[in-house]
Each structure stands twice: as C-alpha cells, then as structure tokens.
C-alpha cells in the first residue's frame, strides 16, 4: 500500500497539457485544477487551485522547446508544491531537456545535464520518472530515486501491427547499436540489423560514409532516441536507398523536429516517421508523414506502480 499520500494528484505544465491529459484518463483520475501563465513582465506565474496537502502529486512537463520557459515552469510548480505540503512529489519529465550536454567534450564545457538535475532536486522533486534519455548516465546525476522507461516497446508494437516483410533495423550510428538490437528483438520474426558508420564534420552536419550489413531489396526501419533537426535521419534514409532498400520507415521517442526538420523529412526518402507524444507536437508538424503513437498508457502504469509503491521494473 501507498504510504506517502492518500490519493494521486496529477498537475500539468504548459508543455504537456494534453499527454497529462491522458495520462489522468488512463489512470481514471482528473486533472488537478492548476493555471501556469506569466506576469505582464514575463515571470512564471503559478496557480495551484485545490489542496494537495499529504498527496501524492505527479508533476507531468516536458522540457522541450521553449527549453528555459518549461524548466523553469516545472521548478516552479514543484516549489509551489513543496510549499503546500504535498507528500510526495513525482517531476515527471518525457521528455528531459539540455540531456545533450552531459559531458564535458571540450575544455570549459558546462555538463548541463547535472545542474539540470540540481536544479529539480533543489526545488523539491522527491523522485523522477522520464523516458529514453539521450545518455543513460544521466540516471546517475539525480541525487534522488529515478525511474527509466523505454519508448522502444510501443515502437515495435506499432510495426509488429504492419507486419512488413523482409525488415531489417537499421542503427543511425555506431551509439545506437544497443538501442536497435533491443528494439530489433521486440520485432516479430527475426529482424536483423545493420549499421550505419557515418563521419561528423560539424555540429548538425553529418556524413553517410558505409553500411555495415545487407540491406539491399529490404525494407528498413531507422531507429533513434530522438530527431531534432533531422539531418542524420533524413541523410541516411537519402544513403539507404542508393544501397538498394526497398522503403524507408523511420522512428523515435522523441520528435523535437527543430529547424528545417519538417522540410527535410518531407523531401526525404522516408516514407513514414513514427514520433511518440513525449513532446507535444503543433499542428504544422503534424505532415501526412509523420505517425503519434501514444506513452500515456505507460506512463499512466509507472504512476500507479510509483503510487502503490511496486517495482516499475515490471513495465519492462
């Protein structure tokens, strides 16, 4: 039994109102009543308008694009929290911002990723679930319980569901090997992989220089934690096809989709890019090519398991 709270109370932020929407649905929960806008100067308002006193309060914000505007909205909302004598206090990140920065690969580099992490502990969070972090170390920045969920499940269902013939999964670069051969494993049948061994001139820029494994007259499925601005997924769907593939699909946990990402992948050789709902994507990024498959059903479980205090291990 849960001992932390009496009840779940689950709070959204601005960049996630409509996962912790279903995430609220699934549960079988409401919204709590809670108004997050800004001063006429710009500052972050908070209005949490019910009681969370003992609760145990599940705080639903991504921080994706505007990064400084929803972290802070998060910090906030946590400090108002703490403030009001919730019990327990869960941030709950999809989608975790600055995870990029997570080493220093030059000198005088901060580790954003860390003071991040500081910044969450400080306000108040008493523990994190969030979803495929860019760097798996950063479980370790958090001084306090964090719970690593895996989006490449619900990935693999989507596909499972086409049933394509002839499938191979095919890592972006050498990184990802691990992440394609587990999600390569949750396929039907058994799907092989390859690897794409591409050089990096410069930040953003990436070039397609060989293709460890056969690919030829099959179909491919690009897979990566996530796509900004979706030159390396769009270059290698590109150097894919002049190896002979058949069609292109593409996926990720999460579609930050910045910058020219929507014309590249328009123009692309992808023929489908599948994104999860870590980040809530706008109307004009929702092209005929892009597929949303939902985490909220997930999420929604690792709550209840946090909530009645069993292993979340299990949703693996």
């Known amino acids: 039994m849960n001992t932390s709270g009496s009840e779940i109370k689950i709070i959204s932020g601005?960049?996630?109102?409509?996962?912790?929407?279903?995430?609220?649905?699934?549960?079988?929960?409401?919204?709590?009543?809670?108004?997050?806008?800004?001063?006429?100067?710009?500052?972050?308002?908070?209005?949490?308008?019910?009681?969370?006193?003992?609760?145990?309060?599940?705080?639903?914000?991504?921080?994706?694009?505007?990064?400084?505007?929803?972290?802070?909205?998060?910090?906030?909302?946590?400090?108002?929290?703490?403030?009001?004598?919730?019990?327990?206090?869960?941030?709950?990140?999809?989608?975790?911002?600055?995870?990029?920065q997570d080493r220093k690969a030059k000198a005088r580099d901060p580790i954003t990723a860390k003071l991040v992490a500081n910044l969450i502990t400080a306000a108040g969070a008493d523990r994190v679930l969030t979803m495929d972090l860019h760097a798996a170390q950063i479980q370790g920045y958090f001084d306090i319980p964090l719970d690593h969920l895996q989006g490449g499940s619900i990935l693999a269902d989507?596909?499972?569901?086409?049933?394509?013939?002839?499938?191979?999964?095919?890592?972006?670069?050498?990184?990802?090997?691990?992440?394609?051969?587990?999600?390569?494993?949750?396929?039907?049948?058994?799907?092989?992989?390859?690897?794409?061994?591409?050089?990096?001139?410069?930040?953003?820029?990436?070039?397609?220089?060989?293709?460890?494994?056969?690919?030829?007259?099959?179909?491919?499925?690009?897979?990566?934690?996530?796509?900004?601005?979706?030159g390396t997924i769009t270059n290698a769907a590109n150097a894919l096809k002049e190896f002979g593939v058949k069609d292109v699909y593409a996926c990720c946990t999460h579609g930050v989709l910045s910058g020219p990402a929507m014309e590249r992948i328009e123009n692309s050789a992808i023929k489908e890019l599948i994104v999860l709902d870590t980040i809530q994507l706008p109307e004009e990024k929702k092209i005929d090519k892009v597929q949303i498959e939902t985490v909220a059903p997930l999420f929604g479980d690792a709550i209840k398991k946090i909530f009645a205090n069993e292993s979340v291990s299990k949703l693996f």
């Not at 960049?15 to 006429?40: M, R």
């Not at 499972?160 to 002839?166: A, G, L, R, T, V």
């Not at 499938?167 to 090997?177: A, E, H, I, K, Y």
């Not at 799907?191 to 491919?220: S, T």
């Open 14 to 100: 601005n960049a996630s109102n409509e996962l912790a929407k279903k995430i609220a649905d699934h549960i079988g929960v409401e919204l709590c009543d809670c108004q997050v806008g800004t001063f006429s100067d710009g500052e972050i308002s908070v209005n949490i308008n019910e009681t969370v006193r003992g609760c145990d309060v599940f705080v639903v914000q991504s921080t994706n694009s505007p990064v400084n505007d929803n972290l802070m909205e998060l910090l906030i909302i946590i400090d108002a929290l703490r403030r009001a004598s919730a019990g327990r206090i869960t941030a709950v990140i999809p989608y975790y911002g600055y995870a990029r």
């Open 158 to 230: 989507y596909f499972n569901k086409k049933n394509i013939e002839d499938l191979v999964v095919v890592s972006p670069d050498l990184g990802s090997v691990t992440r394609s051969r587990n999600f390569a494993n949750n396929l039907n049948g058994d799907v092989p992989i390859a690897i794409i061994d591409k050089r990096r001139p410069k930040a953003n820029v990436c070039e397609v220089m060989n293709i460890i494994g056969d690919v030829q007259g099959k179909n491919v499925i690009l897979l990566d934690d996530m796509i900004d601005t979706a």
